[in-house]
Nanobody, 126 residues
Framework: QVQLVESGGGLVQAGGSLRLSCAAS?????????MGWFRQAPGKEREFVAA????????AYLNSVKGRFIISRDNAKATVYLQMNSLKVEDPGVYYC??????????????????WGQGTQVAVSS
């Protein structure tokens, strides 16, 4: 099991940027888990945002965030990042990071992920 702790959420104006971080328990993180970011707005289902393979060589994005969000990882620090630029009013929600032992897949399905963080809130003002 991987313990995950997100940080970096907050309130930002539309067009602004935020960088989310997800710190993982080091012992099991390095090179072993693909990681994903999901978000959930009030009254809506949890939605895939981005994923990155264990090595960092592969990634996947929700179409609406392509070109604006960048997922990356630093295995030495056992941390995954989500750089969010040009934030829009449709981007808010609680952002969760998740881990899956499928090392090469960048799954878009939340059911493929075994471990989840507690989430960090992102709000965007117009």
């Amino acid at each position: 099991q991987v313990q995950l702790v997100e940080s970096g959420g907050g309130l930002v104006q539309a067009g602004g940027s935020l960088r989310l971080s997800c710190a993982a328990s080091r012992g099991t993180f390095v090179g072993s888990y693909s990681m994903g970011w999901f978000r959930q707005a009030p009254g809506k289902e949890r939605e895939f945002v981005a994923a990155i393979s264990a090595s960092g060589a592969r990634n996947a994005y929700l179409n609406s965030v392509k070109g604006r969000f960048i997922i990356s990882r630093d295995n030495a620090k056992a941390t995954v990042y989500l750089q969010m630029n040009s934030l829009k009013v449709e981007d808010p929600g609680v952002y969760y990071c998740a881990a899956t032992p499928s090392r090469s897949r960048c799954s878009r399905s939340p059911t493929d992920y075994d471990d989840w963080g507690q989430g960090t809130q992102v709000a965007v003002s117009s």
